[in-house]
């Protein structure tokens, strides 16, 4: 391999395996700056991508797939004064919209989508995070305005963006509760939240048992469909407030209506797609950053380690819902 090419897991076309193979080095635009990515995390987006789904991440095929990595600055173009060659960064920085993605051993990215890593994370730690904890901030933080004082209930708390979701919440002193089922307890009582079986609890029983029948402040969604529809009936009279980052279906608002509540959606591949809010990205994840060196954030990864060269395999357990937390390719 010549110093002017690297390796690349690419998707050559749907439904088909990925390939190694050896692509030109990105070239360092003017505003960019050059990534040596030390490790990447696989979401579920990724894996709709690699098997002809997920048109709304806009990605054609060929691709490079991979949003999510942490790594080392190693050049910086012209016009980037916020990071230095050397810098330890994450990002949600490519794979979707057309931008090559974070399985290979370079990228080129806009430094507004990056922010310095955790000192006390470790590479694969940093790379799990951005996806999941840039979806839970936009719906907690900027739409929700979650504070000391609220109710607020996390549909699906033990997963990839409801454990986040927990434990800003909780950060931010609010009183957290969280669905899932019997396999999750220990994730979200071990995150500080009171676990709700939603198999066997009513939505009623438990509004009345936590909330005394007010509804909660607010309601993070991260499961969709019925879990959506549930989420809406649970809010808060006048004040609630629902949240979800997986609200593509058809719902009946009557249910939110009728208690006088509102309704947030997050759709966190906007600046990717959209070229619009990439610096507001970076902002959160120096918030993100903040919360883990103070002890307060933590990411769930699966222990399983996977390279460019099993990377199907790594996919495989993502897309059949095999996981248990995060899962990230070592580059």
């Known amino acids: 391999m010549s110093q002017n090419t690297m390796r690349a897991a690419i998707a050559l076309q749907a439904e088909a395996a990925l390939q190694l193979q050896n692509v030109p080095m990105p070239v360092v635009e003017a505003g960019q700056v050059l990534v040596k990515i030390i490790a990447s995390c696989v979401n579920p987006l990724d894996t709709k991508v690699s098997?002809?789904?997920?048109?709304?991440?806009?990605?054609?095929?060929?691709a490079i797939l991979g949003m999510d990595l942490a790594g080392v600055i190693e050049a910086i173009g012209a016009d980037v004064t916020a990071?230095?060659?050397g810098d330890e960064?994450?990002?949600?920085?490519?794979?979707?919209?057309?931008?090559?993605?974070?399985?290979?051993?370079?990228?080129?990215v806009d430094p507004d989508l990056l922010a310095r890593?955790?000192?006390?994370l470790s590479m694969r730690e940093a790379a799990a995070l951005p996806l999941i904890f840039i979806t839970a901030w936009e719906g907690l933080v900027d739409r929700a305005n979650v504070q000391v004082g609220h109710r607020v209930l996390v549909?699906?708390?033990?997963?990839?963006v409801?454990?986040?979701?927990?434990?800003?919440?909780?950060?931010r002193g609010a009183e957290v509760f969280a669905t899932g089922s019997a396999k999750g307890f220990e994730v979200i009582k071990g995150f500080g939240a009171t676990a709700i079986d939603y198999r066997t609890q009513v939505p009623a029983d438990y509004v009345k048992q936590y909330t005394d029948g007010e509804g909660f402040d607010i309601v993070y969604d991260t499961v969709g469909g019925a879990t959506l529809d549930a989420s809406f009936a649970v809010s808060k009279v006048y004040t609630g407030h629902v949240v979800s980052c997986l609200g593509w279906g058809e719902h009946k608002l009557a249910p939110l209506s009728f208690r006088g509540a509102t309704y947030s959606g997050v759709f966190t591949l906007l600046p990717l797609i959209t070229g619009k809010g990439r610096k507001h990205h970076g902002e959160i994840l120096a918030e993100a950053t903040l919360m883990a060196e103070s002890g307060q954030l933590r990411v769930l990864l699966d222990d399983r380690r996977f390279t460019l060269e099993n990377v199907n395999d790594a996919y495989a357990i993502v897309a059949t819902g095999e996981a248990t937390g995060k899962v990230v390719v070592d580059i």
């Open 89 to 108: 960064v994450y990002g949600m920085a490519g794979g979707i919209g057309g931008h090559q993605g974070s399985l290979a051993e370079y990228i080129a």
């Open 83 to 85: 990071f230095q060659i």
């Open 51 to 62: 098997s002809g789904q997920g048109g709304h991440a806009r990605q054609p095929l060929p």
């Open 117 to 120: 890593k955790p000192r006390n």
């Open 162 to 171: 409801g454990h986040i979701a927990v434990q800003i919440a909780k950060a």
């Open 155 to 160: 549909q699906g708390g033990a997963g990839g």
